[in-house]
Nanobody
């Protein structure tokens, strides 16, 4: 059973970079056909798929966040990470890491099979 756990600071100041890490257990992030994503939910809004890194290292980003989002991995630690630069209060949300197994990456949060518990990130001075 794949398990995911997010970690990172809960408070980030505007204009700074938000950095989160997802630690995966019960499976390898290099296992074929797995896609490892970051998904967030702002207060009072729906889930938003932000981007993903595939089992082979390919990355995918949502169009609205692509310019200031980076997803990378550390295979030695079985972790993948998110960096979101130049944050504003609109980036306040619960951030989830999630995993899906499929032929292609999916941008639909409801299709993800495995989820971390989520971590609250607040952007405020």
């Amino acid at each position: 059973q794949v398990q995911l756990q997010e970690s990172g600071p809960g408070l980030v100041k505007p204009s700074q970079t938000l950095s989160l890490t997802c630690t995966v257990s019960g499976g390898s992030i290099t296992t074929k056909s797995y896609y490892w994503s970051w998904i967030r939910q702002p207060p009072g809004k729906g889930l938003e798929w932000m981007g993903a890194i595939a089992y082979d290292g390919r990355t995918y980003y949502g169009p609205s966040l692509k310019s200031h989002t980076s997803i990378f991995r550390d295979t030695s630690k079985n972790q993948f990470s998110l960096q979101l630069s130049s944050v504003t209060p609109d980036d306040t949300a619960v951030y989830y890491c999630a995993a899906d197994r499929g032929l292609v990456v999916t941008t639909s949060p409801e299709e993800y099979d495995y989820w971390g518990q989520g971590t609250q990130v607040t952007v405020s001075s």
